[in-house]
C-alpha cells in the first residue's frame, strides 16, 4: 500500500513522564545513544505518509527544539495543559483538511515497534472495514496497561485504563498498545464526545472506542504475539529494561552482517555505529556516537570509542579514542588515551600509556 497520500501519523509525546523523576522529558531519555522519541518519528517518517504531526507539551521546549533540529519535516502541535491522550489528538482538529483517509496514532515512548506491524495495522483497518483498529497484545504482568474488554463473540466492546478497572477486569491479560488507526471521518467526528468521567479527570482517547461501538461501528484488534514490540516506558527501570532489547537487536544485527563480537552481553554498540564486515569486536567495549569502523580491525578489549573514524586493519587495545581519525593499520595501546582532532596515517603505532590529543602522526 501507497501511504503518501491516504496516510497520516499522530506522535504523542506531551507527557510529562513524573515517574522517570526527571527534568528531562521523558520521550528525550536515551536508549542506544538516540532520544526515545528518535525511533518513532524514524519509524513514522519510513512509512512515507503524507504529513505526521507530534504532540508537544509546549509549543517551545526541549522536545519541539529537538524535532525541530532532527526532524524538521514534522509539524509540532502544543497541548498546553496535558488533560488526556483524547485532549491531545483535538489539538490537531483544526489540520483535519489536511488529513489522509487513515490516521495512525502512536505513542511516543514506544521505541520497539516495527515497520512492518504499523503496515499491518493499517492495511488490517481497511480491509475490515472497521471505523478504528488497534494493536493488542498478551503480557505477562499487565500492571499499568489498559484492558480490552471483549464480549462472548470476542468483538471489542471497550477498553478499561488500568486506574479503573474492576478487580475481575485487573485478571484480563489483553491489553492495548496505545497505536491505533482510525478512519479519518471517524475519530474527528467522536474525538470532542469524550469526557472525563474517570479517577484521572482526564479526556481518555480510549474511551472513543467504546463511543464508536455504540453508534454500531465496527472496532478491531490486532493481537501480535510479541508483546514486547508494544512495551512502553515509564520508569528508569522499563528504560533499562527496552535498552538491554534495543541493544541485543543491534549487537545481532552487526553479527548477522559480517561482524563478529566475542560476547555481545558485554559490549554496547550505539545504534549510530557503522562497523564493516570481518570486524572483530573484543569484549567489554563501549562504542558511541558516529564512530565507524573499517574491514578487519580487532577492537578491545577494554575499549571506549566515541565520534572516532577508524581505519581498515587497525588494532585498538584497552584504549580510550574520542573524536579521531585513526589511519589503516595502526596499532594503539594498551591502556593509551587519544583524544579530539588526532588523526594518524596508515601503518602507525602508538604504544601503551600514551595521551595525545589535538595531533597528526605519519608513520
Known amino acids: 500500500m501507497d501511504f503518501s497520500k491516504d496516510l497520516s501519523v499522530i506522535v504523542l509525546a506531551a507527557g510529562k513522564g513524573k515517574r522517570m523523576r526527571s527534568e528531562i522529558p521523558k520521550v528525550l ?21 503524507k504529513n505526521i504531526f507530534t504532540i508537544t507539551g509546549q509549543k517551545k521546549g526541549p522536545v519541539s527544539d529537538y ?58 483497518r481497511t480491509g475490515s472495514g472497521s471505523s478504528a483498529s488497534l494493536i493488542s497484545s498478551l503480557i505477562p504482568d499487565p500492571e499499568g496497561y489498559g484492558r480490552i474488554i471483549k464480549d462472548s463473540d470476542g468483538n471489542i466492546i ?19 498498545s496505545s497505536i491505533y488507526c482510525f478512519e479519518t471521518k471517524s475519530l474527528f467526528e467522536n474525538i470532542e464526545n469524550i469526557k472525563d468521567k474517570n479517577k484521572q479527570k482526564e479526556y481518555y482517547l480510549t474511551d472513543i472506542v467504546e463511543t464508536l461501538v455504540k453508534k ?47 560476547d555481545p552481553q558485554s ?15 573484543e569484549p567489554l567495549c563501549f562504542i558511541r556516537g558516529k564512530t565507524r569502523i573499517g574491514k578487519n580491525s580487532v577492537i578491545g578489549p577494554l575499549c571506549q570509542i566515541t565520534d572516532a573514524r577508524i581505519g581498515k586493519g587497525t ?33 602507525v603505532e602508538i604504544r601503551a600509556f600514551c595521551e595525545v590529543k589535538d595531533k597528526k602522526i605519519k608513520k
Open 67 to 124: 524535532i525541530k533540529n532532527n526532524f524538521p519535516g514534522i509539524k509540532t502541535v502544543p497541548q498546553p495543559e496535558q488533560l488526556g491522550t483524547a485532549h491531545a489528538v483535538s489539538m490537531v482538529k483544526k489540520y483535519k483538511k489536511d488529513f489522509g483517509k487513515n490516521v495512525l496514532i502512536l505513542s511516543g515512548d514506544s521505541p520497539l515497534v516495527n515497520i512492518g506491524t504499523l503496515k499491518k495495522l493499517v492495511e488490517y
Open 267 to 281: 559490549c554496547y554498540i550505539e545504534s549510530s555505529v557503522v562497523i564493516d564486515s570481518d570486524v572483530i569486536i
Open 315 to 347: 588494532r585498538i587495545n584497552a584504549s580510550v579514542v574520542l573524536d579521531s581519525d585513526i589511519g589503516n593499520n595502526n596499532k594503539i595501546g594498551p591502556y593509551s588515551y587519544i583524544s579530539q582532532g588526532t588523526v594518524t596515517g596508515n601503518n
Open 158 to 176: 471497550k477498553i478499561v485504563e488500568e486506574t479503573d478497572t474492576s478487580p475481575e477486569e485487573k485478571k484480563n491479560h489483553e491489553v492495548n
Open 29 to 49: 531519555h536515551q536508549i542506544s545513544g538516540q532520544p526515545i522519541l528518535y525511533y518513532v518519528l524514524s519509524l513514522a517518517v519510513r512509512l512515507n505518509p
Open 216 to 262: 454500531g461501528k465496527k472496532v478491531s484488534s490486532l493481537k501480535i504475539p510479541d508483546y514486547l514490540e508494544v512495551m512502553g516506558i515509564n520508569d528508569r527501570f522499563q528504560l533499562s529494561v527496552l535498552e538491554n532489547i534495543m541493544q541485543k537487536k543491534i549487537n545481532e544485527s552487526l553479527m548477522k552482517s559480517g561482524v563478529t563480537i566475542r
